[in-house]
């Protein structure tokens, strides 16, 4: 049995922030591993206390929004996608994340690959005017 911990959050914090949360439990469940879930919404959060993350084998970030005190989680393998994904794919989440544990390619919270496509977004977006693809609509109608 495996331990899990999770975050959810949407960007209202509401209904999508706990009917992934509810699906990761059941879910956690179903397969047989321990699966904890904080929440982080507009009615507050639920953080984990330190030693429960520290007892996790692994922690599943399905969020819209940037996870608060995220350094709790420091050398933790993780899967991180939009909590939309939680909600109508829990069973598979959990798997993916114990496979790349397992083989060893899961990334850790923390490790300098997070920041990558932060950058990469900010070289992109501070291209001149003049090397985007034509006009309002990326060049769909030929280039000016």
């Given at each position: 049995?495996?331990?899990?911990v999770?975050?959810?959050?949407?960007?209202t914090?509401?209904?999508?922030?706990?009917?992934?949360?509810?699906?990761?439990?059941?879910?956690?469940?179903?397969?047989?591993?321990?699966?904890?879930?904080?929440?982080?919404?507009?009615?507050g959060?639920?953080?984990?206390?330190?030693?429960?993350?520290d007892?996790?084998?692994?922690?599943?970030?399905?969020?819209?929004?940037?996870?608060?005190?995220?350094?709790?989680?420091?050398?933790?393998?993780?899967?991180?996608?939009?909590?939309?994904?939680?909600?109508?794919?829990?069973q598979?989440?959990?798997?993916?994340?114990?496979?790349q544990?397992?083989n060893?390619?899961?990334?850790?919270?923390?490790?300098g690959?997070?920041?990558?496509?932060?950058?990469e977004?900010?070289?992109?977006?501070?291209?001149?005017?003049?090397?985007?693809?034509?006009?309002?609509?990326?060049?769909?109608?030929g280039?000016?």
């Amino acid at each position: 049995m495996a331990k899990i911990v999770c975050v959810t959050s949407c960007i209202t914090g509401i209904a999508h922030t706990y009917m992934a949360a509810e699906a990761l439990e059941q879910a956690g469940k179903k397969l047989g591993h321990d699966v904890k879930v904080e929440t982080q919404g507009s009615a507050g959060s639920n953080p984990f206390k330190q030693d429960v993350i520290d007892a996790a084998d692994g922690v599943i970030f399905a969020v819209d929004l940037e996870v608060k005190d995220r350094s709790r989680f420091n050398g933790k393998p993780y899967i991180e996608i939009p909590v939309a994904k939680a909600m109508h794919g829990a069973q598979a989440l959990i798997n993916q994340l114990l496979e790349q544990i397992e083989n060893g390619t899961a990334a850790k919270v923390g490790e300098g690959s997070s920041a990558a496509p932060a950058v990469e977004k900010t070289e992109k977006a501070s291209k001149p005017a003049s090397e985007k693809k034509g006009g309002f609509l990326g060049g769909l109608f030929g280039k000016k």
